[in-house]
């Protein structure tokens, strides 16, 4: 495997279940991100995490819990979540978070909250 | 607070054509870098380039072209001789000063480009 790997790709839930993402990077990196995409919207930082620990948190309510036990390793707990949180999930990761260097980005999971 | 704005929501071109995506940013930041990454159907992004704020030289890579006006705030990205492949999301990103605040990417809403054969 190269690059940034999500698990699932695609995920169907109701408001009462809970799931989680996981993104892998196997590119050495010390920085990693979650990021929301819904239609029409620009993408939406969610979370940052640099060297395991989390540096970023932007606004996001509680039923998003982040989880990063290692640099390679990035988790999204969902949890009673709402239908207007159905988007396109992504994850990315750069060398570090406090220089320039661009983020890589994983091909995402389709999340549907029904 | 940082802003970039994507004034074309949807672009559409024949093949061979040529075709601009315009890009233009809002900073207090005197360093800051600009990328574009592109977005195909299969979901992820991928990046295309990257400029800081003191290199205002335009570069070409093989089809694409970026051209960077600092006098205009823009950042504007050029697909020359366009392929049905070029069909895809193009986003425009900034990141500001990452010694106090880390590499946060402000994006555009993105230009959808649709290449028809």
């Known amino acids: 495997e190269t690059g940034v790997t999500q698990t699932p790709r695609h995920l169907v839930m109701g408001m009462t279940n809970k799931k989680s993402l996981k993104c892998e990077q196997h590119l050495g990196h010390n920085a990693m991100y979650w990021y929301k995409q819904s239609a029409k919207k620009p993408l939406e930082l969610m979370f940052v995490y640099s060297l395991e620990e989390r540096v970023e948190n932007n606004s996001v309510p509680s039923r998003f819990s982040p989880e990063c036990p290692n640099s390679s390793h990035l988790f999204l707990h969902l949890h009673t979540l709402q239908p207007e949180d159905s988007a396109l999930y992504l994850c990315a990761s750069s060398q570090d978070w406090v220089t320039y260097n661009e983020q890589f980005f994983g091909p995402g999971t389709r999340l549907t909250v029904l | 607070a940082q802003k970039v704005t994507q004034a074309q929501t949807e672009i559409s071109v024949v093949e061979k054509e040529d075709v601009t995506l315009d890009c233009v940013y809002e900073?207090?930041?005197?360093?800051?870098?600009l990328f574009w990454y592109k977005q195909p159907p299969s979901g992820e992004l991928v990046f295309l380039i990257r400029r800081n704020s003191f290199d205002e030289q335009n570069e070409i890579s093989g089809r694409y072209s970026w051209n960077f006006q600092k006098s205009t705030s823009s950042f504007n990205f050029t697909i020359t001789a366009s392929q049905v492949v070029d069909s895809a999301v193009y986003f425009c990103?900034?990141?500001?000063?990452?010694?106090?605040?880390?590499?946060?990417?402000?994006f555009g809403e993105g230009t959808q480009l649709t290449v028809n054969p």
């Open positions: 990103a900034l990141s500001e000063d990452g010694k106090t605040s880390g590499s946060r990417l402000t």
């Open positions: 900073t207090r930041d005197t360093t800051y870098y």
